[in-house]
C-alpha cells in the first residue's frame, strides 16, 4: 500500500486544493428543512438522529466531492448523539473511503499502554473476534495528543507503519487558551517546539515518496508566526491547519506554515468546517449549493493566499 502521504499528496494535486472539509453537525444548527423532513416519517428520537445526520452527512460529501483534498469528520458530533450517531459515522467513513477521499478522523485520542492501542486498533489497525480481524471506524489519518508522553505514541505509530495510515499530533493548537500549556518553557524551548522536535525525529518512519512525512502536526492558523518558526524544525512533516474561517483566521494566516518541496509550497492541508455552512438554505438543492460556494470560495482564497506568498 502507498503511503498516507503520497495518496495525500495525490489528492491534493487531483483536485488542486489544500482544503480539508471538517464536518462538524449539530442538529439544532443544521438547516430547519432537514429536521422537519425527519419528524415526518419517523416517530423515535433515535430515528429522528439517524435520519438528520444520515441526509446531512450524504449532501455534505456530494457537495465537496472533488473540490477538496481530505475530508476531517470530527467524531464528537457523532458521539454527543448516542449510537444512532455513532452508526451514522461508521457509515459515512466508509462512504469516503469508498470514494477514495482521504479521511482524517479528528478524535485527539491519546492514552497509554492498551488503551493506547484499543484507541489505535479502533481507527488505524484491526480488532479481533474469534480470529477475525476487522476495524470499526477505519480512517486514513487520525488527530493524537501527545501530552502523556511520547511513548503514548508508539502503538499509532505501529499501526501507521503497519497499515499505511498518518497521524496528526496535536503541537500548537488554535484555540484562545493554548499557550497556557503549550507555550509553556521547558530547557529553554516551549512544549510545543519540544513536541516539533520529536515529530522531526521519528519523520522517516512514516515518509513518502514525495517528500512528505504523514507523521504530521496540528498546527492553528491563529498563531502565523508560531507555525512559521515550527515549520523551520518540521521541515518534512505535513502540517494540519485549524482555525479558518468561523475561528477567524484568513486565508493568508492559514498558509504561513507550509513548507517548500521541490521549490514548491505545501506539505499542509487547511481545514475549513463551520464556515462551510454559513449561508440559509431551505431545500437540498440550497444547501449543496451553499456547500459548494463556501468550498470554492475558501479554495479561492488559498490559492490566492499561496500565490501572494
Not at 469508498?98 to 491519546?110: E, F, N, S, V, Y
Request: glycine fraction near 10%; charged fraction near 15%; proline fraction near 3%.
Amino acid at each position: 500500500m502507498r503511503s498516507f502521504a503520497d495518496r495525500l499528496q495525490d489528492s491534493i494535486a487531483k483536485t488542486s486544493s489544500v482544503l480539508v472539509a471538517g464536518c462538524d453537525p449539530v442538529i439544532d444548527d443544521l438547516p430547519p428543512f432537514l429536521l422537519v423532513e425527519a419528524a415526518r416519517c419517523c416517530t423515535s428520537d433515535e430515528a429522528i438522529i439517524e435520519h438528520v445526520l444520515s441526509a446531512f452527512s450524504e449532501l455534505f460529501l456530494a457537495a465537496i466531492e472533488g473540490s477538496v483534498a481530505a475530508i476531517k469528520p470530527n467524531i464528537a458530533f457523532f458521539e454527543q448523539y448516542g449510537l444512532a450517531g455513532l452508526g451514522v459515522f461508521a457509515k459515512l467513513c466508509s462512504a469516503i473511503r469508498k470514494k477514495g477521499i482521504p479521511l482524517i478522523t479528528d478524535a485527539k485520542r491519546g492514552d497509554i499502554g492498551s488503551t493506547a492501542s484499543a484507541y489505535s486498533a479502533t481507527f488505524l489497525g484491526r480488532s479481533t473476534v474469534a480470529g477475525r480481524a476487522f476495524s470499526a471506524f477505519e480512517t486514513d489519518a487520525l488527530t493524537v495528543s501527545p501530552f502523556l508522553g511520547f511513548d503514548t505514541i508508539a502503538p499509532f505509530m505501529n499501526d501507521c507503519i503497519k497499515y499505511g495510515k498518518g497521524l496528526f499530533v496535536l503541537v500548537q493548537t488554535s484555540n484562545p487558551g493554548a499557550k497556557s500549556l503549550q507555550g509553556l518553557t521547558c530547557e529553554g524551548r516551549s512544549v510545543s517546539q519540544h513536541v516539533a522536535e520529536w515529530l522531526a525525529q521519528n519523520a522517516d518512519k512514516l515518509q513518502g515518496e514525495c517528500g512528505w512525512s504523514g507523521l504530521g502536526a496540528v498546527v492553528g492558523a491563529s498563531y502565523p508566526e508560531e507555525a512559521q518558526a515550527l515549520r523551520t524544525t518540521l521541515a518534512n512533516n505535513f502540517f494540519l491547519i485549524p482555525g479558518l474561517g468561523a475561528q477567524g483566521a484568513g486565508a493568508a494566516q492559514a498558509v504561513a506554515g507550509f513548507g517548500l518541496c521541490n521549490g514548491k509550497r505545501g506539505g499542509a492541508l487547511v481545514n475549513a468546517s463551520r464556515g462551510l455552512l454559513t449561508g440559509a438554505s431551505s431545500n437540498h438543492d440550497e444547501l449543496l449549493a451553499s456547500i459548494r460556494s463556501n468550498v470554492a470560495r475558501f479554495n479561492a482564497e488559498l490559492t490566492q493566499a499561496l500565490q501572494a506568498g
